[in-house]
């Protein structure tokens, strides 16, 4: 359990130092919703936080990606689950590459989502967020 509370303590350090550079609070408001869902964990195979992105696993085995550079954030996932719904809009489809160019290379660390085709999502509310994780975590 202590290597739990150390990876997420290292969670809001990266999400912290982000903010100091660029400040934004829904990063803040998402990174506490990630953390504090039930069906989402760190991510066990891949480092889950540096400074630019936060990687998690859904308890269905699927990689979820918080971008947390950038001012819009984004939400990095597999392309299968690109039948959004229709609330959600600000979806970029990302084709599978080879050797992860052209998209953001903290979303190759994740195994599954390596060189396979991803979407971005840009999302401005917590609600929209939950509305993903909720479509996301319902198979």
């Known amino acids: 359990m202590s290597d739990l509370r150390a990876t997420y303590a290292a969670i809001h350090e990266s999400v912290a130092n982000?903010?100091?550079?660029?400040p934004n609070h829904l990063r803040?408001?998402?990174t506490d919703l990630f953390v504090n869902h039930p069906a989402v964990r760190p991510h066990d195979q891949c480092r889950p936080a540096n400074a630019k992105m936060i990687r998690y696993k859904l308890t269905n085995g699927l990689s979820?990606?918080?971008?947390i550079e950038t001012t819009p954030q984004h939400?990095?996932?597999?392309v299968s689950k690109a039948d959004l719904p229709p609330s959600l809009?600000?979806?970029k489809i990302y084709p599978a590459t080879v050797?992860?160019?052209?998209r953001h290379s903290n979303v190759n660390q994740m195994p599954d989502l390596?060189?396979?085709a991803v979407v971005?999502?840009?999302?401005?509310t917590v609600e929209e967020a939950e509305t993903l994780l909720n479509h996301l975590v319902a198979d």
């Open 99 to 102: 050797d992860g160019k052209g």
């Open 89 to 91: 809009s600000g979806a």
């Open 114 to 116: 390596r060189d396979k």
């Open 120 to 124: 971005r999502l840009t999302v401005s």
């Open 75 to 78: 939400l990095w996932f597999a």
């Open 64 to 67: 979820l990606g918080h971008q």
């Open 18 to 22: 982000a903010d100091a550079a660029a």
């Open 28 to 30: 803040a408001e998402l």
